[in-house]
């Protein structure tokens, strides 16, 4: 428990004495309660003997004199320096949909449901429109990265400011954060044109469209009059550079996917993206099934001393973000909290991020060795724990503290309280 408090601890100069005391009543009944996570039944759960008026708690969420960026900056600070203390850090970044149902929900809009949209049908909700910067960390049982969300930013519906320009700012206000460190940006196609943004001391990987229209470089100075060129003569598209590419052209390499290796052909080539890139090469990476069960992969990156496989590996590590939204919405109740007004429903989401990453890094803490599950027959290869085993395990934690509490009497009745904490622990 002492842990857990430390970690909210970090938070108290940003929130001043009353405030934090509702914050962290806040985040245990989240943590706590079973069944949905609105505001209501976070209060019953924290707060049972009505020690606050229960409107403090949602003045708090709503209108509270704090500001989720200072939130997001202890958050980053303590994973890089617990987590990520050297070498490159690596970041992730894409954005999700919150379902708000309701007409009085503040800022929310309907835009598409990437999860419920296919290539042939395009399914629309209504919503917040989240853009989220992860961190990317190895836990130390090993298994698949983990992503920690350390920022996030509201796109609102006819937006001024786009999802890519959103991820600029944060990754240019992440930046400041860890001064002095690199970093590296992976994200899906649509968040392509960060590669060539020019983000200070990051470097990024993204997908190539199949059509894009890549160049030679631009020429030197021709003795012409005029401008000069700003880039050469044109090259196919992408998929024509992979067919038109010779056996020998191509190299055997070994790519980590969700934590496997699997072996792969790659053929790598420096170009000029003058759509995304009007200055300078990107190194474009085409990754080929040798077996040609898989059609072909188009990365691009900024770093040019990255190697295919490095490429290749870095945007299959991108998984861990899409895990970090489902173990979210599911395991957490993101989108429960019924907070409608000003700021309610932007915090509430942000909010639920800023509690997943700290759950995580509580049990990175507490429990290195990740066995903490109870065990299952029809799991009996499980190696590594899933978020709800993190957030079983600090349940029980707080459930434990009080029920012991309560008890008038010590003598045994431990079958009795396992069962019940069990129940607890796993109670969606």
Known sequence: ????????EQARPLLGAPSFLLFTDLLTGWVCVPGRRTITAMIAVADPAGRRAHDAYHRFSRDGPWKMSGLWKVLAIHVVARHAPTGVIELLCDDTLFHKSGRKVNRAGVFRDAVRSTTRRVVYATGLNLVVVTIRISPPWGGCPIALPINVRHHKKNDTTTTVAHAALMIREITRWPPGR???????????TLVGAGLPRTQATSRMRRDA????TAPSATGKRGRPRMRGEPL???TELAAKARPDDWMSVTIEHRGTPIERLAHVRDVLWYHVKKTGLVRLVIVRDP??????????TS?????GAEAASRYAGRRPIEVCFRDVKQDLGGQDPQSWKRQGPERAASLSRWLHALIWCWHID??????TWIPRPWYPGKKT??????????????????????????????????ALLDTLAYAA
């Open 291 to 300: 077996d040609g069960i898989e059609r072909d992969d188009f990365f691009v």
């Open 213 to 216: 229209a890549p160049h030679e």
């Open 1 to 8: 428990m002492k842990s857990w408090t430390g970690l909210l």
């Open 182 to 192: 690199e970093l590296h940006l992976c994200a899906d196609g649509a968040y392509a």
């Open 366 to 371: 507490t429990h290195p060795t990740g066995r």
């Open 303 to 307: 770093d040019l001393t990255n190697s």
């Open 385 to 418: 724990p899933s978020f709800l085993d993190a957030l079983a395990a600090i349940r029980r934690v707080h459930w434990a503290g009080r029920t012991n509490t309560m008890s008038a009497s010590k003598h045994d009745h431990d079958k009795i309280t396992d």
């Open 236 to 238: 196919p598209t992408p």
